[in-house]
């Protein structure tokens, strides 16, 4: 059994967790060549580069090599590599990481156009460098060892991929597809089972193994829209296939799925959602926290006077304007500006409401982290960033403030009151008991059998 994944997202992530929890602990692959995968996922293109190092965790964006004169300058979300004031580069930094360890460096041409990409791991190697061409993309990828020795190249027009190993003939693949099956062959994986959750490679690679039996599952964690992928359509209508069943987490794409689609494939989709570890409890205090990287707070002034038993905890990656720092008149602020890992864990720990009201980009994905921490989320229709993670009926409208305090309060006065709001924002997550999602999965897994 395995698990393959094309990248290694938050929906992925999650997925993987489920399946994790639930027992399903075969390997665990992700295709596109993340330098900072976790422990255990394995990206093909990355494990024939042998480069795990404990000497060092990532490379920080004022070590990256520039030309003399040149300058870097920073901020909380990237950094700008300069020559005389002309931009040369950018550093881009890992999931908007507070410690500014780099993931990728773009290098620019004249004309502002990126024309090389340096992509970074874990181990602060640079493991792979990125060629392109003005209008078409992408050209070649190029990976190498600790000591930069060639060890594959990837064509991005033609699909092809050279694999360099030490003491052995160059070998050459066709596509990503023909690359995973040599690479499985290598590692000697079982290909019986087959979880995956796009349509592409691995797709593909399912189809590849179709002469040999298997009980393969998508999950398929894409919106729909107007119509269903070709690809899904192929799925659906052959029954010789690996792939029988089609799993949905997310209730409103799986309702317009039933809709798209003839009745008689109904039986082939299947609607379960994710298995989430909740980190603690919520305590009912009355300690909201707002995570920001401006003074850009929607209703911040009002719900601080509607609210002055409420302790509001404010913090912000960057130094804070004048405008928010005159919020300390309030008695029931706390304001904390170049707010560190350490300082927002601690505010995670003391808080049972989050308030994601502030415009702009979401800071450290913080609505995931408060529902991670069964902290209720309540944000305005404004400036929502992650509607999976927030109960429809805590999304209130900006023009009436009064309707958010109220209901801050009313979840706040009981123990009953507060659980019910976080079922409501379990469910809209799609959050299972962890025996309810294992059978599932496994009476799918028992139903494929008996077909193959």
Known sequence: MIQLFDSYNQKTQDLHASLQAAGFTGATIVIEPDGFLPEGVISPFLYFLENASTDQYGLYFNQIKIPELWEIVSTSQDAKILNMGEEKGRIYYVDQSLEKIVKR???????????????????????????YQAGIGALLTTY??????????????????????????TKMFKHR???????????????????????????????????????????WQEPIYHEIPGNMKFLLEDDTIRTQHILVPDLINYTRMKQLIPPKYHDKLVNIGYYYTFLRENHLRKEALILTYSDKIEQLERLVQLLPMMTFRIAALTEISSKLSAMRNYANVRLYPNATVQQLKELFQKVDVYLDINHGKQVLQAVRQAFEQNVLVLGFQETIHDHCYIAKRHIFSSKEPEKMAYYIQYTLSAREIMETALIAQREQAGHMEKDNYEKQINHLLDVASHEV
């Open 105 to 131: 460096v773009d290098w620019l041409d004249k004309n502002g156009q990126v024309v090389l990409t340096d992509h970074y791991d874990k181990y602060a190697n640079r493991f792979a460098q990125t060629s």
């Open 144 to 169: 190498f060892s600790k000591d930069q020795k060639e060890r594959i190249v990837e064509n991005h027009r033609t699909g092809n991929i050279i694999l360099n190993l030490e003491n052995e003939p």
């Open 177 to 219: 597809t023909d690359f995973l099956i040599y690479f499985f062959q290598y590692l000697h994986v079982d290909l019986d089972t087959i979880f995956y959750n796009s349509l592409s490679t691995p797709f593909f690679l399912s189809m590849a193994l179709s002469k040999k039996k298997g009980r393969d599952l998508l999950f």
